[in-house]
C-alpha cells in the first residue's frame, strides 16, 4: 500500500487537500449540523406517524379502489377510441384558429344587431301573443291531431290491382254508420241518437265505453221507427237485418264536462229555439210514412 502511495506523491497531495477542504467546511457548519441532529429524532417521529396515517388511508381506500377497477377496465376503450378521434379533434382546433380571429369583429357587430332588434321585438310581442292560443291548443290536442294525420294515412294504405290487373293502387277506406237515422228525417230525436260534443284532449279513449254527448238534455226517449205498409216485403227484410240493432237505444247518454277553464258561478247555458244542439221532443214516427 506504501509502495503504490510513494509512486503517485501529487494524488496523495491532493486527497489530503481535499480531505482538510471537507473537513473545515463540515466544522464551519457545526451549528447546522448540530440543529440537524437535534431535529432529526422529530422528523423520525412524524415521519413515522406519515407513514401510519398513509399505511390507514391504504387500507381504507383499498375497497373503493376495488369497485373503481371494473370502471377502469371499461374505460379504457373508452381511451382507446379517444386516440381514433384525436387527430379530427386537433384539425378542428387548428381549423378554428380563423374563426376565432373572425369572432373579433363578428361578436361585437352580433351583438349590435341584437341591440338593434330589440324595438323591432318589442313591436313585434302583441302579434306574437296571438300565437300562444294556436300553440296552446296544439299542444293540448297533439294526440287528436297526431291520430288525424295517421288516420289519414291509413285510410289509403290498402293497395289492390287495378281493372286491367296491370298496376297496384292505393283505394280510400271509410266506415259509414248504418241505423234508422241514415234512411230518412225525422220531427224529433231517436233514443240512439247522440249529439257529438267539442271533445276534450283524449276523449276518443273513451270510445270502447261510448263517447261522451254535447248535453245530457239531448237525449231523448224516442223509439226506433217501425216499417210502414208502405215499404215492400224484401226492403222490409233488408232494413230489419241491416239497419236494426238489438241494442237500439244507443250508447250511454254521458254529458261532456268543460273542455276548458270552468264558466263563473252565475254563468248560463242559453238554449234558444234555433240552437243547433236544441232539446228535442218526444214522439214515434214510421219509416215511409210522412212527418206530422
Known amino acids: ?47 413515522r406517524q406519515t407513514i401510519a396515517r398513509v399505511n390507514q388511508f391504504s387500507i381504507e381506500a383499498k375497497p373503493l379502489i376495488d369497485e373503481l377497477r371494473p370502471a377502469a377496465v371499461q374505460l379504457s376503450p373508452a381511451l382507446e377510441e379517444t386516440a381514433i378521434a384525436a387527430p379530427a379533434l386537433r384539425d378542428v382546433l387548428t381549423d378554428i384558429g380563423p374563426l376565432t380571429s373572425a369572432s373579433k369583429a363578428g361578436v361585437p357587430a352580433f351583438q349590435r344587431f341584437l341591440n338593434a332588434s330589440v324595438p323591432w321585438l318589442a313591436r313585434l310581442t302583441p302579434f306574437l301573443g296571438n300565437l300562444v292560443p294556436i300553440f296552446d291548443y296544439i299542444n293540448t290536442y297533439r294526440r287528436e291531431l297526431a291520430a288525424f294525420f295517421a288516420n289519414s294515412t291509413a285510410t289509403t294504405q290498402a293497395t289492390s290491382l287495378n281493372i286491367v290487373s296491370t ?58 221507427p217501425t216499417i210502414g205498409p208502405t215499404i215492400s216485403a224484401s226492403l222490409a227484410a233488408i232494413l230489419r237485418a241491416t239497419y236494426y240493432t238489438a241494442t237500439p237505444e244507443g250508447p250511454p247518454c254521458v254529458a261532456q264536462g268543460y273542455s276548458g277553464r270552468r264558466p263563473p258561478r252565475n254563468f248560463k247555458l242559453s238554449r234558444t229555439s234555433n240552437h243547433c244542439h236544441e232539446l228535442a221532443g218526444s214522439g214515434a214516427q214510421q219509416i215511409g210514412s210522412k212527418p206530422k
Open 1 to 47: 500500500m506504501f509502495s503504490a502511495l510513494s509512486r503517485s506523491p501529487s494524488q496523495l497531495q491532493g486527497l489530503i487537500r481535499h480531505s482538510n477542504a471537507v473537513f473545515a467546511a463540515t466544522a464551519a457548519q457545526d451549528v447546522a449540523l448540530e440543529n440537524a441532529v437535534r431535529a432529526f429524532p422529530g422528523f423520525t417521529v412524524g415521519l
Open 167 to 224: 298496376k297496384l293502387l292505393h283505394y280510400l277506406r271509410i266506415s259509414n254508420p248504418v241505423n234508422p237515422e241514415v234512411v230518412t228525417s225525422y220531427q224529433h230525436r231517436l233514443e240512439s241518437n247522440r249529439a257529438n260534443p267539442y271533445m276534450v284532449p283524449g276523449g276518443y279513449q273513451q270510445l270502447a265505453k261510448g263517447l261522451s254527448v254535447f248535453g245530457k238534455y239531448l237525449c231523448t226517449s224516442t223509439p226506433q
